[in-house]
């Protein structure tokens, strides 16, 4: 038990000052208010202005986040339906999951250069097939690492896909080809998450950023997009997230507007309201990543 508790306080993201905003501020003053607890629309907003903040720093969106859920789960067993439903129209079409397979980038300690390489299941026709397939894709993708770099390659990084002792993303590529092949599933597609801005120097990019710093090997943005374009064209890549560096303006509509795959952008927009209009105004990118404790 001690260990946990030490664990608490100097290894989380800010989890017991969430509880102490919560059990010390915000919940007391909801309940003098007298709320419904099923008024979601007109907790949020209170709890917004109680917070006072464009970012909810005061607070974090930890703390808020935690009550908004609690009101939306208690709106939901009013109704006796099952949260989803409460939260969306009654007929349902779930996503295709996007399942991590390979990490590379600052998320691990080999020289990959894109930080994940991530699987698809659209050939999937539930979304509890599409976690089977996900499943069984990553344990083939295992025995082929194994067999093929030895059994220390098969560690896991940070975001828990393998992270090989492998220089060349292509190479990756073909692994995930190899497992889809061996799992039966050779409909499914790939997708990557490049996290260009960990590697952005000086208005470029450099692809081999884990070495010690060159800045004659630096690259332009848009020698990078033809890059991209040949794991599209050459190896069943259909969504990209963080091509480019978060602030490059210029590169981000350039690379999607002649694309018809998944540009996605995450820390182009960190689920900021400003930030996601700026580029849905820009087209910078067609698909985004909305994390609802990130603001």
Partial sequence: MYFLVSCCFHCSAGTLKAVEHVTQTIAPTLIKQ????????????????????DNKSKFGANAILGISLAVCNARAAEKGVPLYQHIADPEVNLLVPVLNMTNGGSHSGNKLTMQ?????????????EAMRIGAEVYHNLRNIIKEKYGKDATNDGDEGGFAPNIVENKE?????????S???YSEDVIGM???ASQFHRNGK???DFKSPDDHIRYTPSDELAELY?????DD???SIEDAVNQDDCQAWPSFTAPTDIQVVGDDLTVTNPKRISKAVAEKACNWQVLKVNQI
């Fill in 236 to 238: 069943s890549v259909v």
């Fill in 193 to 195: 998450d490049e996290a």
């Fill in 229 to 233: 374009k040949t794991f599209v064209q």
């Fill in 172 to 180: 990756v590529l073909e692994l995930l080809k190899t497992a889809f």
């Fill in 182 to 184: 061996q799992a039966g």
């Fill in 116 to 128: 994940e390489f991530m699987i698809l299941p659209v050939s999937a026709s539930s979304f509890k």
């Fill in 205 to 207: 990019y450099d692809r």
């Fill in 34 to 53: 007298g709320f419904n607890v099923v008024e979601q629309e007109k907790i949020e907003k209170f709890m917004q202005e109680l917070d006072g903040t």
